[in-house]
């Protein structure tokens, strides 16, 4: 099982995919039926798909994996009382078939088993590989890990005080739940090359026009350097290197392994926060409820 993508839409589509190809790093992989597909240099048909929309929304965080796991993952969502949509094929880049459920806060993903492979690209430190993880907002994030866990199959790698970190292969983390007031999504993570296509990408936003909200830094859990913007439709953006891989001996953080020094909220703390713009792109993109 793995992080695949997230199905965007927006109250402007072109101008999101030209800030997602011209300034972010993307590769075009395609349109159809009014949905734009942009794509990494990894092994992935695509990582981010971009719809029109009268309001901002993610219609699903999507995850790829095997038939066996799609079947296992799906009897237990059905056990558990999770809102299910039919099991059906999808027309986009990788041709897969598959299902989306509902978590306990109205989070929806999509789990498909994809037809088609593509190839990886020559790494290029001026776009992203692939989205590495994807932060929630909840209300209850002991209850959205405890669905994470134990219907999705992931594994709980860290908890702080604010986040809760599950992973679904050995990337420390493909879904956070962030405590919050809200169940909407919090930000987006494209993992790049290495810390020099992080500050290579910060000058490139720059450049645009688009400032850092936080970063450059380096998170505790996962251990990864970042980045972070808000795009011009709205949401919150990462650029992402040094993702730790971790393996079934890893130990469960807590918070008390989280704690950091007054005036200082990473390993580096050479960086500020910027309150106003991260509240605001917080709460831009809900999530689309499934069907009844």
């Known amino acids: 099982m793995r992080l695949r993508s997230i199905e965007l839409e927006v109250l402007d589509r072109e101008s999101a995919v030209r800030f997602f190809r011209d300034t972010w790093g993307l590769l075009d992989a395609g349109a159809r039926n009014g949905i734009s597909y942009l794509r990494g240099t990894a092994d992935i048909p695509y990582v981010v798909s971009v719809a029109q929309a009268g309001e901002p929304a993610v219609a699903a965080v999507t995850f790829a994996g095997s038939k066996p796991e799609l079947e296992r993952i799906r009897k237990r969502a059905s056990a558990a009382g999770a809102r299910l949509g039919p099991v059906r094929d999808f027309d986009e880049p990788g041709s897969g078939s598959g299902y989306f459920v509902e978590g306990p806060e109205g989070h929806v993903f999509r789990f498909v088993t994809e037809r088609k492979r593509v190839k990886k690209l020559r790494p290029d430190r001026d776009r992203p590989l692939q989205v590495t993880h994807v932060v929630l907002n909840a209300r209850d994030r002991e209850a959205c890990t405890r669905f994470a866990v134990d219907v999705l199959a992931f594994r709980l790698s860290d908890r702080t005080g604010f986040m809760n970190f599950v992973r679904c292969d050995r990337v420390h983390h493909a879904l956070a739940y962030a405590?919050?007031?809200?169940?909407?999504?919090?930000?987006?993570?494209?993992?790049?090359?290495?810390?020099?296509?992080?500050?290579?990408?910060?000058?490139?936003?720059?450049?645009?026009?688009?400032?850092?909200?936080?970063?450059?830094?380096?998170?505790?859990?996962?251990?990864?350097?970042?980045?972070?913007?808000?795009?011009?439709?709205?949401?919150?953006?990462?650029?992402?290197?040094?993702?730790?891989?971790?393996?079934?001996?890893?130990?469960?953080?807590?918070?008390?392994?989280?704690?950091?020094?007054?005036?200082?909220?990473?390993?580096?703390?050479?960086?500020?926060?910027?309150?106003?713009?991260?509240?605001?792109?917080?709460?831009?993109?809900?999530?689309?409820?499934?069907?009844?």
Request: proline fraction near 6%; charged fraction near 20%.
């Open 179 to 292: 405590h919050s007031d809200n169940s909407l999504l919090n930000h987006i993570a494209f993992e790049m090359t290495d810390i020099d296509a992080v500050m290579r990408g910060i000058g490139r936003l720059k450049d645009a026009g688009v400032e850092t909200f936080w970063g450059p830094g380096r998170h505790g859990p996962g251990n990864n350097v970042f980045a972070y913007f808000v795009a011009p439709f709205g949401a919150a953006v990462e650029y992402t290197s040094e993702v730790q891989r971790v393996g079934s001996s890893y130990k469960v953080g807590t918070p008390d392994d989280w704690k950091w020094p007054p005036r200082r909220n990473d390993h580096w703390g050479i960086s500020t926060r910027n309150s106003a713009a991260i509240s605001q792109a917080e709460r831009r993109f809900g999530f689309r409820p499934l069907a009844a």
